[in-house]
């Protein structure tokens, strides 16, 4: 069984103060990477402890499987508190924020995602500068969409996914057979491709991802929301993937007995 107890970080939300990853005593958390929340181990989140959510200072954690009406103490009797649209993640506040996001579905074996991974993190920090020059506040965290829930809480479709502020910066999504998230799950599954000029890749380059990310900002797309659904793509990658950890050996393997 997949856990069902764990945080997951609303990052527009988030003001990065670190006070959660200094609290969970549990390795929930990627202590390397504070001041940012990373979840790296949901597995190890105490079922039903709120002990990082009533810390937060602006209400940004939630936890899948809670159904015990727990109120973040810093959104009690602020029915309002959140500003944000309803995916897109723009602002009424008018602030030079930008959030940055990576979403994944593997980053040890997929040559897609830890490809990917590189070239964002280059272009990140060469854009960085410029975009503080130009007055934007601009944070960058990585996010692995471990289960359907984390999925649907991100509207998540295809992987990987970029975004800035809450918005998608390829408008498309054209996808092709991954036989690395295959083998993770046991079943054919296909992972994002990029198209640009005529040709396609498996993992972006610096050029291609640069210019989406400053389009993303400089000319968001309007938000059209609508009713999310998880794509039977990755519906059947988690459920693979959940089989066969539920079928592995106590030895952590699927075939040695
Ligand atoms: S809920 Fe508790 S165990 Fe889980 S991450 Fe937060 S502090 Fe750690
Ligand atoms: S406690 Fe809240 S604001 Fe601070 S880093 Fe964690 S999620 Fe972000």
Not at 59 to 65: E, H, L, S
Not at 85 to 100: A, D, L, V
Not at 144 to 164: D, G, H, K, M, Q
Not at 218 to 240: D, I, M, S
Request: hydrophobic share 30%.
């Amino acid at each position: 069984m997949a856990k069902k107890w764990y945080p997951v970080i609303d990052i527009l939300t988030c003001q990065e103060c670190g006070s959660c990853v200094a609290k969970c005593t549990h390795g929930v958390y990627d202590k390397s990477k504070a001041p940012v929340p990373m979840v790296v181990n949901p597995d190890n989140c105490i079922d039903h402890c709120h002990g990082c959510g009533n810390l937060c200072p602006v209400g940004a954690i939630a936890y899948v499987g809670d159904d015990t009406g727990w109120i973040a103490p810093a959104l009690q009797n602020q029915p309002q508190a959140k500003e944000e649209c309803c995916c897109c993640g723009s602002t009424s506040k008018g602030k030079k924020e930008i959030k940055i996001e990576y979403l994944y579905l593997d980053l040890k074996t997929c040559d897609r995602c830890v490809g990917t991974d590189a070239v964002l993190d280059e272009v990140v920090e060469a854009l960085r500068p410029a975009l503080e020059l130009a007055g934007y506040q601009l944070s960058y965290r990585k996010q692995e969409v471990y289960t359907v829930e984390i999925a649907a809480s991100y509207r998540f479709l295809s992987s990987p996914t970029i975004l800035v502020n809450g918005q998608d910066i390829f408008d498309t999504i054209t996808e092709s057979d991954c036989g690395c998230c295959g083998d993770i799950a046991g079943v054919q599954v296909d992972c994002r491709v990029f198209e640009h000029d005529g040709k396609t890749y498996e993992v972006p380059t610096g050029e291609m991802l640069a210019d989406a990310i400053l389009k993303a900002i400089y000319h968001p797309n309007v938000c059209t929301c609508g009713e999310y659904q998880l794509p039977e793509n990755l519906k059947r990658f988690f459920a693979g993937k959940e089989k066969k950890a539920a079928s592995s050996c106590c030895c952590g393997t699927s075939n040695c007995c």
